[in-house]
Nanobody, 123 residues
Framework: QGRLVESGGGLVQPGGSLRLSCTAS????????MGWYRQAPGKGRDEVAR??????????NYADSVKGRFTVSLDNAKNTMYLEMNSLKPEDTAVYYC??????????????WGQGTPVTVSS
């Protein structure tokens, strides 16, 4: 489950929508949680959305700035997580990263990152 590959970024006008995809190389049930981060130019990387997988499946959390506009979902049959982004604003412009947390044999957390996909919201 270690490799994560994002797709779906691009240029969209304010008020528009995009759907990002993150496909894992193995089963998503190898992760404890999966989520999305973003990094705007000149800023740090911030968490946008997260979904729990183990032990409780499907619990979601969102950053206040995206609540009501973004939705994270998981298709375990396709080993793919999605981020549906609606009512996009220029301040949503960033590189979006897929993130997963798994457990090592010793029980420690291990972070997995995708390569990032850029999203630009501009007219």
């Amino acid at each position: 489950q270690g490799r994560l590959v994002e797709s779906g970024g691009g240029l969209v006008q304010p008020g528009g929508s995009l759907r990002l995809s993150c496909t894992a190389s193995g089963s998503v049930f190898g992760f404890n949680t999966m989520g999305w981060y973003r990094q705007a130019p000149g800023k740090g990387r911030d968490e946008v959305a997260r979904m729990s997988i183990k032990p409780e499946f499907g619990k979601t959390n969102y950053a206040d700035s995206v609540k009501g506009r973004f939705t994270v979902s998981l298709d375990n049959a396709k080993n793919t997580m999605y981020l549906e982004m609606n009512s996009l604003k220029p301040e949503d412009t960033a590189v979006y990263y897929c993130h997963g947390v798994s457990s090592t044999f010793e029980g420690n957390d291990y972070d997995h990152w995708g390569q990032g996909t850029p999203v630009t919201v501009s007219s």
